[in-house]
T-cell receptor
Framework: AQRVTQPEKLLSVFKGAPVELKCNYS??????LFWYVQYSRQRLQLLLR??SRESIKGFTADLNKGETSFHLKKPFAQEEDSAMYYC?????????????FGQGTTLQVKP | NAGVTQTPKFRVLKTGQSMTLLCAQD?????MYWYRQDPGMGLRLIHY???????AKGEVPDGYNVSRLKKQNFLLGLESAAPSQTSVYFC?????????????FGPGTRLTVL
């Protein structure tokens, strides 16, 4: 079964501390994984995708097929990083674009 | 461009009432989706559409119906609302082809069923 698991509901860190938001997936095949973010009073939006191997707002995520993980990391958290973060897996074959989302992790960065 | 808009923003229903949520997008996207967001459950796909006149079931379709009569609009209907349908509903759209992974979301509709 295709599944995305984010084990932490809430992650609370102090400003300047490193951040790691965990994401594990279950998928038979070559996965395509993404991180979406929802800031307070804003829309859910794409943060980054694994195929781009990009760094957005200081965040990076590496796909580890051996551990079936796609953890989101940032070396020094900022208060403006406080948001809800969702890990997502592109589901199925073909071009339907369906995504399976994890349960979400709220990141709280304290001053 | 307004992007993806949703109407209404808030609604309170009584059990058994019906309503339709409207999603509109002005980006000429082929694909559109309806999700519900519940605490601890993340976003779950209700129905989706890969083009005008076509719809398909997602992960949690029971109790909902959809229609895509025009490319820019995707309607979500609740025929007989139940308290279990209390949730925040999000609509999203995406272009076809290589960019289907990028979904553009609406602001959400908060629905309470009493």
């Amino acid at each position: 079964a295709q599944r995305v698991t984010q084990p932490e509901k809430l992650l609370s860190v102090f400003k300047g501390a490193p951040v790691e938001l965990k994401c594990n997936y279950s998928y038979s095949g070559s996965p395509e994984l993404f991180w979406y973010v929802q800031y307070s009073r804003q829309r859910l939006q794409l943060l980054l995708r694994h195929i781009s191997r990009e760094s957005i707002k200081g965040f990076t995520a590496d796909l580890n097929k051996g551990e079936t993980s796609f953890h989101l990391k940032k070396p020094f958290a900022q208060e403006e990083d406080s948001a809800m973060y969702y890990c997502a897996l592109r589901s199925g074959s073909g071009n339907t674009g369906k995504l399976i989302f994890g349960q979400g992790t709220t990141l709280q960065v304290k001053p | 461009n307004a992007g993806v808009t949703q109407t209404p923003k808030f609604r309170v229903l009584k059990t058994g009432q019906s309503m339709t949520l409207l999603c509109a997008q002005d980006m000429n996207h082929e694909y559109m989706y309806w999700y519900r967001q519940d605490p601890g459950m993340g976003l779950r796909l209700i129905h989706y559409s890969v083009g005008e006149g076509t719809t398909a079931k997602g992960e949690v379709p029971d109790g909902y119906n959809v229609s895509r009569l025009k490319k820019q609009n995707f309607l979500l209907g609740l025929e007989s609302a139940a308290p279990s349908q209390t949730s925040v509903y999000f609509c999203a759209s995406s272009p076809p082809g290589l960019r289907t992974d990028t979904q553009y979301f609406g602001p959400g509709t908060r629905l309470t069923v009493l």
